[in-house]
Structure formats: structure tokens, C-alpha cells
């Protein structure tokens, strides 16, 4: 989905390093999530923001922490990578109400050494 | 804890039907969702059901929601190898606190 756009597609580092994964978003949405994918187990949520002064911890928050800088952008931070954080993560947008559906970026595929 | 299940894979010859199917655990469940993922795509919205219906059609998809059994289908008519993808469930519940939850995902396979 071209109206969220997440950066960088692709990332290889080392273990300990500090890595962000940037989001931004043309869709006027107030609500922002980060998620991570790994095989079998489908999409877990990492922190989810409802509005730029709200931000809330998902199902596996540990080892990770986020910044909404502005309504359209909703950044990832990993303070010191390891390597099970090796994973797919992706960005999503929604409207409003709880019940909307969400809209995602394209993911960011991670690796860490 | 509220939980949503798929089979992992499914595999059928082009130009037949496709029948996905999801489990889920919470009664309290206001909209189900159904979302494919391409190689190197995020997640596309497909279709959904809010939890008073018992079915919805879209062209070449039909989503079924048994609410007694808590199970969901979706249904492709005509399946096509451009329908190749890995199909996610979805779920949102009004359990008090937000809740948006996915299954593990169907890895459809379509063999021509």
C-alpha cells in the first residue's frame, strides 16, 4: 500500500546495535502499529499509537520502544538488536474506531548477526 | 487468552474452488477480516463481516461466519494462480480493551 511507506525495505546489522525502522503515512489515519511477522506465527503486536500523544505496549513490547513524532510518522526503535528480533516488521493505519481495518506498509525485512 | 487459528497450508489446481477457513475464541468479536499477503507485500485488506452476518460475497469470495462454532471461511470461486498468497483472519473484539488479532495465516498454493 503505497500511502504507507516504511524505511528501510531491507536491514542487516549486528547484534548490539541500535536500529529504527521509519513509517509514514498519506491517509489522514490517527491510528498507528507496529508489528513483527515470523513464520507460523502469524503477525504480533509490538506498540500501537492512537493518537501523536498516546502510545500503548502490544503483546511483545520487551526489547523494543516507538516514537510518534508527528500523526504521519510512527517510528521503531530496537535499542540493542539481537538476534531472535531477526523477524519481518511491518507498519499499519487505521481510522478511528476500533473496528476499522487496518492499511500496511510494504514491511521492513530485519537481520541481525 | 482470545485466539485465532488457521491450517498453514493449502493447495488446489487452478480453476477450482479455495476454502480457508479460521477459528476464533472470543465471543465478543465485532468485525472479522480477511487480508492476503503477496511475496514482499504487506498485508490487502480483501474483504470482512461484521459479527451479525452470516454471509458476504464479493465477486469471486464468499466469507461464512458461523457464530455458534466461532469459525470463519473464505471462499474462492474459480481460483487462479495470481490468487497464490498467504491468507490472514483477523478479528476485533470490544472486550473491554483494544483488540485486533491475526492468525497465523493459510499459505495458498495454486497448481496449474
Known amino acids: 500500500d503505497a500511502d504507507v511507506t516504511q524505511t528501510p525495505r531491507n536491514r542487516i546489522t549486528k547484534t548490539g546495535k541500535r536500529i529504527m525502522l521509519e513509517c509514514s503515512q498519506t491517509?489522514?489515519?490517527?491510528?498507528m502499529y507496529w508489528y513483527r511477522q515470523d513464520p507460523g506465527l502469524g503477525l504480533r503486536l509490538i506498540y500501537y499509537?492512537?493518537?501523536?500523544?498516546?502510545?500503548n505496549k502490544g503483546e511483545i513490547s520487551d526489547g523494543y520502544s516507538v516514537s510518534r513524532q508527528a500523526q504521519a510518522k510512527f517510528s521503531l526503535s530496537l535499542e540493542s538488536a539481537i538476534p531472535n528480533q531477526t523477524a519481518l516488521y511491518f507498519c499499519?493505519?487505521?481510522?478511528?474506531?476500533?473496528?476499522?481495518?487496518?492499511?500496511f506498509g510494504d514491511g521492513t525485512r530485519l537481520s541481525i548477526l | 487468552g482470545e485466539d485465532v487459528e488457521q491450517s498453514l497450508f493449502l493447495s488446489v489446481r487452478e480453476g477450482d474452488s479455495s476454502v480457508i477457513n479460521c477459528t476464533y475464541t472470543?465471543?465478543?468479536?465485532?468485525?472479522l477480516y480477511w487480508y492476503k499477503q503477496e511475496p514482499g507485500a504487506g498485508l490487502q485488506l480483501l474483504t470482512y463481516?461484521?459479527?451479525?452476518?452470516d454471509m458476504k460475497q464479493d465477486q469471486r469470495l464468499t466469507v461464512l461466519l458461523n457464530k455458534k462454532d466461532k469459525h470463519l471461511s473464505l471462499r474462492i470461486a474459480d481460483t487462479q494462480t495470481g490468487d497464490s498468497a498467504i491468507y490472514f483472519c483477523?478479528?476485533?473484539?470490544?472486550?473491554?480493551?483494544?483488540?485486533?488479532?491475526f492468525g497465523t495465516g493459510t499459505r495458498l498454493k495454486v497448481l496449474a
Open positions: 483477523a478479528e476485533t473484539t470490544t472486550s473491554g480493551t483494544y483488540k485486533y488479532i
Open positions: 499509537s492512537f493518537d501523536v500523544k498516546d502510545i
Open positions: 491517509k489522514g489515519h490517527d491510528r
Open positions: 472470543d465471543s465478543s468479536s465485532t468485525y
Open positions: 463481516i461484521f459479527s451479525n452476518m
Open positions: 499499519a493505519t487505521s481510522e478511528g474506531a476500533g473496528n476499522q481495518p487496518q492499511h
